[in-house]
């Protein structure tokens, strides 16, 4: 079985890299041996890392033959449908759909966050394409309500969980290693931290350096800032730490999806503004803060119970202190049988794509 797979992969994200290897991962073990080709903004390294084929995310005449041979199309997984980060990329994303179509590849929306979708021609194009696709599944019953809002009701719809839920919990062994390297040791509290630049983001970056000045200060416990995207990420957790008095560790490498989620498992507690660091902390059960930008962070936190402790306009220093406190205090994570539920989901997909090939 020949599968492409288009999606935001290449970009040395490691959410975006996550849930590709989680893809990977699912699918090989529900269904065995599968051919897969994914579509990359930088194939060598998707190579390298995830052992697959893959193809120049521009070279659209490789791309259709890449179609013309695959017996299915995966869309996802993330937030590729939505046309607040860049309106651009939605018009892309729905024009590889469109060509499977028109060379009659049958097409799987995976795991996807939908919207928001801003705009007449936008909506219109959501509701013409998508009507046409097979078969969609989506993350969230956010994404779910924003696909009844555009009335796309042909194909079959499942609200499932992301595809990184689904992978197993590492071992803690490699990111006791990666803090040793930062002459971090694990003789007090841990607390991770991965920011990144945004609307608003002055606010939240000086809230967060005051609140974890503070807990640096008063409970002795360790900062690091763990970047998801490389090198994007550190610029922004260099310039946070710089406004803390107390010391902090920025790790400036790259990591593996297993090396993320082994330093993850070693934090007593998690502040995340990006979606997939919070998601890691649910894989490795560990307490998490996430800070709202975009809806999809309310919306993983409101499937496990949680809120977010504000968004970057708004969050403030105390606020921020407050909760990790609590979180602390507490001991343990409160939401494991709901993230059990979230995994057995985040599974489905898999097994729905791969009914869909045998079909």
């Keep these: 079985m020949d599968i492409l797979i288009s999606g935001y992969y290449g970009s040395k994200n490691g959410g975006d890299e996550a849930m590709l290897a989680a893809m990977l991962e699912i699918l090989r073990e529900e269904g065995g041996t599968l051919n897969a080709t994914v579509i990359s903004l930088d194939p060598e390294y998707t190579k390298k890392r995830h052992h697959?084929?893959?193809?120049p995310w521009l070279d659209v005449w490789t791309i259709i033959k890449k179609i013309r041979a695959a017996d299915l199309l995966i869309s996802g997984g993330g937030s590729l449908l939505q046309n607040?980060?860049?309106?651009?990329s939605l018009y892309y994303y729905l024009g590889i759909i469109f060509l499977a179509k028109v060379f009659g590849c049958k097409v799987m929306l995976y795991?996807?966050?939908?919207?928001?979708?801003?705009?007449g021609l936008a909506k219109w194009l959501m509701n013409f394409i998508l009507n046409r696709v097979n078969l969609i599944t989506v993350r969230d019953h956010g994404s779910l309500e924003e696909l009844q809002r555009l009335n796309i009701t042909r194909p079959p719809?499942?609200?499932?969980?992301?595809?990184?839920?689904?992978?197993?919990?590492?071992?803690?062994?490699a990111g006791k290693n990666i803090l040793a390297r930062y002459q971090i040791q694990k003789s007090g509290k841990i607390i991770g931290v991965s920011v990144r630049r945004w609307i608003d983001w002055q606010n939240c970056q000086s809230a967060l350096a005051q609140a974890l000045d503070k807990l640096a200060g008063e409970t002795g416990a360790q900062i690091i800032f763990i970047p998801m995207q490389f090198?994007?990420?550190?610029?922004?957790?260099?310039?946070?730490?710089?406004?803390?008095?107390?010391?902090?560790?920025?790790?400036?490498?790259e990591f593996s999806t297993a090396e993320i989620l082994s330093l993850v498992g070693n934090l007593d507690a998690l502040?995340?503004?990006?979606?997939?660091?919070?998601?890691?902390a649910g894989v490795m059960s560990v307490p998490m803060l996430g800070i709202s930008y975009d809806p999809k962070i309310d919306r993983f936190l409101d499937s496990i119970g949680e809120k977010p402790v504000g968004n970057l306009s708004d969050v403030t220093a105390e606020k921020i202190f407050d909760a990790v406190t609590s979180k602390l205090s507490a001991g343990n994570f409160h939401n494991e049988s709901l993230l059990k539920n979230l995994r057995e989901l985040a599974?489905?997909?898999?097994?729905?794509?791969?009914?869909l090939l045998r079909k």
């Design 52 to 55: 697959v084929d893959a193809v």
């Design 84 to 88: 607040v980060t860049s309106r651009r």
């Design 111 to 119: 795991a996807q966050g939908i919207g928001p979708i801003r705009g």
């Design 157 to 173: 719809v499942y609200c499932t969980a992301d595809p990184v839920l689904a992978i197993k919990p590492v071992p803690l062994d």
């Design 231 to 253: 090198p994007n990420d550190i610029q922004a957790a260099r310039e946070t730490a710089a406004l803390m008095k107390n010391p902090a560790a920025v790790l400036d490498e």
């Design 271 to 280: 502040i995340g503004i990006r979606l997939h660091a919070l998601i890691f």
């Design 347 to 355: 599974r489905q997909n898999a097994r729905l794509a791969l009914e």
